[in-house]
């Protein structure tokens, strides 16, 4: 099998005086010098992020948004809604639940958080805590969901 030859070898592509050797040897020095700071720059970005990800608090379950002027509760949203203003403040779990049933604090419209913490109309579902006789749980209601049948192709 034939080696293949080294193209750096070749000597012939480049300049034969040595003023313009030097020249060759100083630009690609400066270009060197260039990416090594780049890759420094990057490698100390790349470090603070990761520092940065390592420091940032967990994302809480539940968030209750405020009012900006005056403080008071705007709606209740899961912790990683994008739709939450600026001002913020995590709540637990029952706390959530409090802000939506009893406080009458509203639901993001987005992320349903009523919808993940079993609540409906401001009061608990009773599929979460009420358990269900036989024949009374979603889809036995006597009328049923519609049919579905498909519209009969049109000659045209």
């Known amino acids: 099998m034939p080696r293949m030859k080294n ?12 003023d313009r050797l030097q020249t060759l040897r ?3 020095a400066m270009w060197l010098e260039r990416i090594d700071r780049k ?7 790349q470090a603070e992020e990761e520092r940065g990800r390592a420091r940032r608090p967990p994302v ?5 948004e405020l009012n900006r002027a005056t403080g008071h509760p705007l709606a209740v ?3 990683d809604c994008g739709m939450a203003g600026r001002r913020t403040q995590p709540v637990g ?16 419209p987005i992320c349903r958080p009523d ?9 608990t579902s009773p599929s ?15 009328v049923g969901p519609p049919s579905y049948s498909p519209a009969a192709p049109t000659g045209g």
């Open 128 to 142: 979460c805590t009420t358990p269900r006789a036989p024949g009374q749980g979603p889809g036995s209601s006597p």
């Open 93 to 108: 779990q029952d706390d959530a639940r409090r802000l939506l049933t009893t406080d009458g604090v509203p639901a993001c």
């Open 77 to 79: 949203h899961a912790g």
């Open 60 to 64: 809480p379950d539940w968030i209750l």
């Open 7 to 18: 193209v750096f070898d070749n000597s012939r592509d480049l300049p034969d005086d040595l």
């Open 115 to 123: 919808t993940s913490l079993h609540i409906v109309d401001g009061l």
């Open 26 to 28: 100083i630009w690609h």
């Open 39 to 45: 890759a420094a720059d990057l490698r100390q970005r």
